[in-house]
């Protein structure tokens, strides 16, 4: 046995040292390299014929074989291009019943090959080294710039093990690489939504959780890593900078210094180039219509379904997002939500949140409205819990919030009634139904309910009975201000054009010298008055036809005084300020149902943005006037319907005022307490004791003032004796020389 031991060990001596020199000059030792390769053969038939009965001497020697070949094959190309095809062929037939110690070799050496690009691209250790050895190689290659063939070729075949075999659990590991690579963003397309599609599609439990998951939470997972390594990466030069003035200097420290330069001005330069778009993964399905359909009939209709309740749920929630986000028709969909709309159902808010994100305004009223009306059945009564009441209401509301015609006037004059009930958490969610309805359905309320801009908007005609499949007309945001703006600078520029061509028809009628005007043109009409006074030295006798046809003369003869822009646009606003007061409402819904079409007109100017940028300003200030809360309420409902189009709404959302309904025990309240006091104590603290606080988070020190302040009185005590026996002379030498010192910049003299 020692004797085997022995030559096994010389022989892996001269595989090393043989590896070596091959590396170093190849054609030296080609027959060498020959020699070993026919060895490598014979075992391999050997192995092949009697994989199982094979002895530890010969499974080391074709594993030392395989890895001196795996280091030297791209030394000599021709003669190992069956080597690759040779490891394959021995993994795909007798893989089971490979030791694991081979059979990690042969795969570390397809690695290795695929390094060296040889090649194009069951234990649970060797899953995870290749699993390992998969992410790297990706990350690797696309680390430079976008290896679009290998991704291609991989992505193939992860698609290809999920489409396969449905039922079999080998389909994980292509939802585990595929969710990694796009997490890191190395993947981004549509391609690999489509492996994920197909995994939420597939036939096991396991795999299905693995796809749903993904559209769930994948993009909250890309935005988390993004965040992650900006805030770990974050160097503090001035920390840095600081340490270098006070320690002492060597080249190490400079070195360091050196590098925490370079890293920033990288990362300046990486924040400065473009964003990449990264779009989500529901934006990146190509058919999400048949892809609810498919998941909704497969794991919820299907009675032969394994799934239990919770892994339905998530189904649930996937199906809801994509029938919210693209606003699909899925009409079964919502009288499958009738069965769990019960306060005793576990996870109901959870439901009440899916129900809500797959309403939007395309889906038909009568649909909605029964399960609106189960819901107030339900949920919303006298003799329920008012957890149970909150919970409901928000429920409705967030329902109506994309669908304003599933409420029913009766219902929602009830409804609305529990803004005067004994408790918080109800009072606020009735109110904020009511509030909802104030601004999209001023109609169904009742006059006392409306409320003044509500009230005011439906006499003039501005709020009107929403429809049906209504879309609003999309624009850019503050581009009627704009437009508007351009439309008064036309009018003045041609009421000042007006004006002086009509000061020029005077001059030239009356001999007016322009050399006796000013140029402003406010002093002709002093000067006008100055002459006509003048001129009248006396009464005169004039016959009263005389002077009817004198003063008919004068009024139809334009005035001497030249107006200027300000006078005649104060003059036109007047005119139709007068014409225009009995048709105000109906100038008010002409000018709302106006669509602007400076956008399609003309194409806008840098100058153009930016003034359009201080007319959106000039608008936010406005906004914060009591005059415009009807137009900030519209504004805060579209961000809400914004935000749920986009954002999934959870559960919390629903209980968001039902917390404030449950009754807190003693130990809470006298925890919330002692928090609040906390909160209070933060408020009143110095402006020094926050500058101390900053700094002991920054890791800074404090100054030798503020280290003497907290000594032990007794070490201090010498000192200030000391002090007291100093004499006249002494405190005039010690005052004279700090002030040298301060000259100087201190004891290092740290200026000049």
């Not at 993964?281 to 299907?302: I, V």
């Not at 822009?565 to 007061?581: R, V």
């Not at 003693?666 to 500058?691: F, P």
């Not at 007794?714 to 007291?724: F, N, R, V």
């Amino acid at each position: 046995m020692k004797r085997k031991l022995g030559a096994l060990e010389k022989v892996d001596a001269d595989l090393s040292s043989l590896q070596y020199k091959i590396r170093r000059d190849p054609t030296s030792y080609k027959e060498d390299f020959d020699s070993r390769y026919t060895q490598y053969e014979s075992q391999r038939e050997l192995f092949l014929q009697a994989p199982a009965s094979a002895t530890d001497a010969g499974i080391v020697s074709f594993r030392d074989l395989i890895d001196f070949l795996s280091h030297v094959a791209d030394c000599y190309p021709t003669l190992t291009t069956r080597f690759p095809e040779d490891l394959i062929h021995v993994l795909n037939l007798h893989h089971e019943r490979l030791e694991p110690e081979l059979r990690e070799k042969i795969v570390g050496s397809l690695v290795l090959l695929r390094k060296k690009e040889i090649i194009d691209s069951s234990s649970k250790s060797m899953r995870t080294l290749l699993y390992k050895k998969c992410l790297s190689d990706l990350r690797t290659s696309n680390s430079k710039s976008t290896n679009h063939r290998l991704n291609r070729t991989f992505q193939t075949v992860l698609y290809n093990l999920l489409t396969s075999d449905q039922v079999s659990s080998k389909g994980i590991w292509a939802v585990k690489i595929t969710r990694e690579l796009w997490k890191r963003q190395i993947w981004t397309d549509s391609k690999a939504v489509e492996i994920m599609k197909e995994a939420s599609l597939a036939d096991n439990e396991k795999v299905i959780l693995g796809g749903v998951r993904f559209f769930l939470g994948g993009d909250k997972e890309r935005e988390e890593l993004e965040d992650e390594s900006s805030d770990e990466d974050a160097i503090d030069m001035g920390k840095i900078r600081h340490q270098m003035g006070i320690n002492k200097k060597t080249k190490k420290k400079a070195r360091q210094l050196e590098n925490a330069v370079a890293t920033v001005k990288k990362k300046t330069r990486k924040k400065k180039q473009p964003h990449p778009l990264n779009f989500s993964a529901f934006h990146l399905l190509h058919d999400p219509q048949g892809f609810a359909e498919t998941l909704f009939s497969k794991h919820l209709q299907n009675s032969r379904s394994k799934l239990n309740l919770e892994q339905k749920l998530q189904v649930l929630q996937l199906v809801s997002r994509l029938v919210g986000l693209h606003k699909l028709t899925v009409m079964s969909l919502y009288s499958y939500f009738i069965k769990y709309l019960t306060p005793r159902q576990p996870s109901v808010t959870s439901f009440l949140a899916s129900l809500a994100q797959a309403t939007h305004n395309l889906v038909p009223p009568d649909v909605l409205e029964p399960l609106v009306q189960k819901i107030a059945n339900e949920f919303v009564s006298e003799a329920a819990a008012a957890e149970v009441a909150s919970a409901g209401l928000n429920a409705i509301r967030e329902i109506c919030v994309r669908q304003p015609l599933a409420m029913n006037d009766t219902l929602l004059q009830d409804l609305v009634l529990y803004r005067k009930s004994k408790d918080k958490g109800v009072v606020m969610a009735a109110k904020g139904l009511l509030g909802l309805y104030r601004d999209v359905g001023p109609d169904m309320l009742k006059k006392r309910d409306r409320g003044k801009e509500a009230a005011m908007g439906l006499r003039s005609g501005l709020r009107k009975e929403q429809r049906f499949g209504e879309e609003a007309v999309g624009e850019i945001e503050g581009l009627e201000l704009l437009e508007k703006w351009k439309d008064e600078e036309k009018e003045k520029k041609l009421l000042t054009k007006e004006a002086r061509a009509e000061g020029d028809l005077v001059e030239a009628e009356f001999g007016i010298d322009d050399e006796e005007e000013d140029d402003d043109g406010w002093e002709v009409n002093e000067d006008s008055d100055s002459d006509s006074d003048s001129d009248s030295g006396g009464w005169q006798d004039v016959s009263s036809e005389e002077g009817t046809n004198a003063l008919d003369a004068n009024d139809k003869r334009p005035s001497k005084k030249p107006r200027n822009a300000i006078t005649a646009c104060e003059e036109a606003a007047g005119q139709d300020k007068e014409e225009n007061k009995e048709n105000t409402p109906q100038k008010t819904v002409e000018a709302a149902e106006k669509i602007c079409t400076l956008a399609t007109t003309r194409i806008l100017t840098p100058a153009d943005l930016v003034k359009l940028q201080e007319l959106r300003l000039a608008a936010s200030v406005t906004n914060a006037l009591p005059a415009a809360q009807r137009k900030r309420a519209a504004a805060a409902h579209q961000a809400t319907l914004n935000r749920h189009r986009d954002d999934p709404l959870t559960a919390t959302e629903i209980e968001g005022l039902a917390s404030l309904s449950k009754k807190s025990s003693k130990d809470e309240r006298i925890a919330a307490a002692r928090e609040g006091k906390g909160g209070r104590d933060e408020v009143r603290k110095s402006t020094t004791a926050k500058r101390k606080e900053k700094k002991r988070e920054q890791g800074k020190s404090t100054t030798n003032r503020e280290k003497a302040r907290k000594k032990n009185f007794m070490m201090t005590l010498g000192k200030a004796k000391g002090k007291q026996k100093k004499s006249l002379v002494d405190r005039g030498k010690v005052l004279k020389a700090h002030k040298e010192r301060g000259k100087r910049g201190g004891k290092r003299g740290n200026q000049g």
